[in-house]
């Protein structure tokens, strides 16, 4: 097997772990993130079994997408998103996780309209109130969601957050809570939700066990970015 291939069968063994020692039973999915990836490692990636591939710089993925357009990859974009941007994200995505702000909910929508399907979205919240971060404050995220609850060309299928970084345990724990008890609270408001897209590679552990259902990883997989 490749390197990408042992990689990837050794982190789907790491979430399975991981789901067992906390006594989780949702499903985790994988997300590749394959940013500043070249084409060739998604393929390889593709040829082990891996089908999801999380992309943040517009361009860079509509050329990859050309590049690979023979494969069934469902694409995901994780990124900051630009007003201007949006009409390219809403036709070449199968998902958005980084729905920050209702403009760029409703511009999604808006340029979503002449697909046969809803582009699926995650609200992205900003857990941890840092300034260089983007997303929905936690005060504003009910009513947030509920505008674009409405939009009929989107899908709400969850939240996303990237919490500050931390080496200690519990300061991933307690962050990736609050990230839980914002989806359990939208759940008891009758919200149907299915998606925490929380963790990435040096945590995803720690947010499985806070609730995870996709867990966003590049650099343990694809290995340190090309520069």
């Not at 990859?64 to 390219?88: C, E, M, R, V, Y």
């Not at 999604?108 to 582009?119: E, G, Y």
Request: charged residues 15%.
């Amino acid at each position: 097997m490749t390197s990408i291939s042992n990689r990837l069968q050794a982190i789907l063994s790491s979430i399975e772990s991981a789901k067992q020692l906390a006594h989780a039973d949702q499903t985790v999915q994988l997300l590749a993130v394959s940013k500043a990836q070249a084409a060739a490692a998604i393929r390889e990636a593709y040829a082990a079994g891996q089908r999801q591939f999380g992309e943040n710089y517009l361009q860079e993925a509509l050329d990859k997408q050309t590049q690979l357009s023979d494969l069934a990859i469902l694409w995901h974009f994780i990124g900051p998103i630009q007003s201007n941007k949006t009409q390219l994200i809403a036709q070449h995505f199968d998902w958005v996780h980084s729905v920050d702000r209702l403009k760029i909910a409703q511009r999604l929508n808006d340029a979503r309209a002449n697909n046969s399907s809803p582009l699926q979205v995650c609200v992205q919240i900003n857990i941890s109130n840092e300034a260089s971060k983007n997303g929905v404050l936690v005060a504003d995220l009910q009513a947030t969601v509920a505008t674009i609850a409405k939009l009929p060309h989107l899908q709400l299928r969850g939240l996303m957050a990237i919490p500050a970084p931390s080496l200690d345990l519990s300061v991933q724990r307690q962050q990736f809570k609050q990230v839980r008890q914002c989806y359990d609270n939208l759940l008891a408001l009758g919200y149907q939700l299915d998606t925490l897209s929380i963790g990435m590679s040096d945590d995803y552990a720690v947010a499985i066990e806070q609730g995870a259902t996709i867990v966003r990883i590049g650099s343990a997989l694809f290995g340190a970015r090309p520069q």
